[in-house]
Every structure is written in structure tokens, then in C-alpha cells.
């Protein structure tokens, strides 16, 4: 079983604790620093895991570990659904995400509940698909929030993910090392003004199960069906799954 405690000693608890306070003290420049710090090809990857989606037109999603919405906004924008409910434990990205969401016009469709993702309060099969969006590897339990994901879903629902993953060939594992562990956490600092955040998203990444691996754990969690694509020379990985 995965679990962060390979990354810091807190328990499940502390854990989502600690999480849910560093991202409240980011919320205000997260947005910024994570286009900035991918240069803007964060934006194709949510798009390429919401197109991963369209064939099967889902009318309901969750978008789990929603953050300030920007998943959530584009999967409205391109899904059409009728309803999307972004889930975080962090308020302070939850709010950001509300005012987004008003600008955009889709109040009517999208809404942000404060959820465990480890402990989801929705019902068995309330969700024709669930995504995520570079916010899984912060899970207390990953087993736990997979198998949730699952449990909501509906038989034969999808889930699609996007995470950030260490590239695994020459040289852009070697560069990818020296750019996350030295310009990363250094302009992270300088913007968020956080000194731990986005050392801690270094360690996140590296500590993170990757391709096969991952595959592997999601079929555990309760789905069929589940592959694997990497994106972007493997900076990035694309997870599908089917339930």
C-alpha cells in the first residue's frame, strides 16, 4: 500500500493538516506560479486528459483535489456536463476557484465543496466521471482517495488524471532533476514566499508511483480498466480508468 508517510512522518491527520495549510498560504499566487513554472504546458495536459473524456459525454463530475478550478472550468467549458462539483480540503484555493467560476459565467454548473478525499461524503455511483489534476500525489492515502474515486463513480464511469511524474530516459531525467531541486523551490519561494512548498512538490513528485506501478494501484482501487500515457517527455502522466 502507498502511502505520503515515505514523504514526511506526520500521520494520515497531521498530514491533511499540513497540506491543507500550505496550500491556503499559496492560494493567492498558485495560479501564477504553476503557469510560469511549466511554462503554460499545464494547460494542454488538462486538456488532453478532459479530451480523453468527451467520447462518453458525462453529465455529472467531480474534480478531485480541485484547487482554484482550473480543471474544473475547462471540463465545463469542453464536457458541457450538467453538473461538476470541485472537492479540496483547501478553502483558500476553493474560494479563488469561486470567483473564477463567476467570472466565467458557470455558477450554474460548477461548485466547490470542502471534502476528505480520503473519505468522500457522496453516495456509491453518483458520478459519471471523476478527474484530477495534479493533486493526488498529496493524498495522506492514496489507496484510500483511489478507492473512494472508484466508489463514487458509476459502473462503467471513467477516471482521468493528470499528475506530475520524473521523466524516466537521458537527458531529461537529468535536467528535470536539476530544474525541480534548484529552480523550482527557488522562484517558488520568491513568489509564493512559502519556504516549504514547493520544496515539498519536489518531494511529492519524486516519492509519487509512476506508470506501470500506478496502472497497478488503480486496478487495485476497484477498476478494470486502467493505462497510462506520458506526456511532455514524461514531466507529465496522463492516468485513464475505467470502473
Not at 22 to 45: E, Q, V
Not at 212 to 235: H, N, Q, Y
Amino acid at each position: 500500500m502507498y502511502e505520503q508517510e515515505k514523504i514526511t512522518p506526520y500521520h494520515e491527520g497531521e498530514k491533511a493538516s499540513q497540506v491543507e495549510q500550505m496550500f491556503d498560504n499559496i492560494a493567492p499566487t498558485y495560479d501564477k506560479l504553476n503557469h510560469r513554472l511549466s511554462w503554460d504546458i499545464d494547460k494542454g495536459w488538462r486538456r488532453k486528459a478532459i479530451k480523453a473524456l468527451a467520447p462518453y459525454s458525462p453529465a455529472s463530475l467531480l474534480d478531485i483535489a480541485t484547487g482554484t478550478g482550473d480543471f474544473a472550468i475547462m471540463a465545463a467549458q469542453m464536457l458541457k456536463p450538467k453538473q461538476l462539483i470541485g472537492a479540496d480540503i483547501s478553502e483558500g484555493m476553493m474560494d479563488i476557484g469561486r470567483q473564477k467560476v463567476m467570472k466565467a459565467g458557470l455558477d450554474g454548473v460548477i461548485s466547490f465543496e470542502r471534502e476528505d478525499c480520503t473519505a468522500l461524503s457522496y453516495a456509491d455511483g453518483t458520478f459519471d466521471a471523476v478527474t484530477a489534476a495534479f493533486g493526488i500525489r498529496n493524498f495522506a492515502n492514496l489507496d484510500k482517495g483511489l478507492s473512494e474515486m472508484c466508489r463514487v463513480l458509476r459502473k462503467g464511469g471513467h477516471l482521468s488524471i493528470v499528475e506530475l511524474t520524473t521523466p524516466v530516459s537521458f537527458p531529461m531525467k537529468q535536467l528535470f532533476h536539476i530544474y525541480s531541486h534548484t529552480v523550482l523551490p527557488i522562484y517558488g519561494r520568491l513568489i509564493s514566499k512559502d519556504s516549504s512548498a514547493y520544496s515539498y512538490l519536489t518531494k511529492t513528485i519524486e516519492a509519487f508511483p509512476q506508470g506501470e506501478e500506478m496502472v497497478e494501484i488503480l486496478k487495485k482501487a476497484g477498476f478494470t480498466e486502467a493505462s497510462f500515457k506520458r506526456l511532455t517527455f514524461g514531466i507529465c502522466t496522463m492516468y485513464f480508468a475505467t470502473k
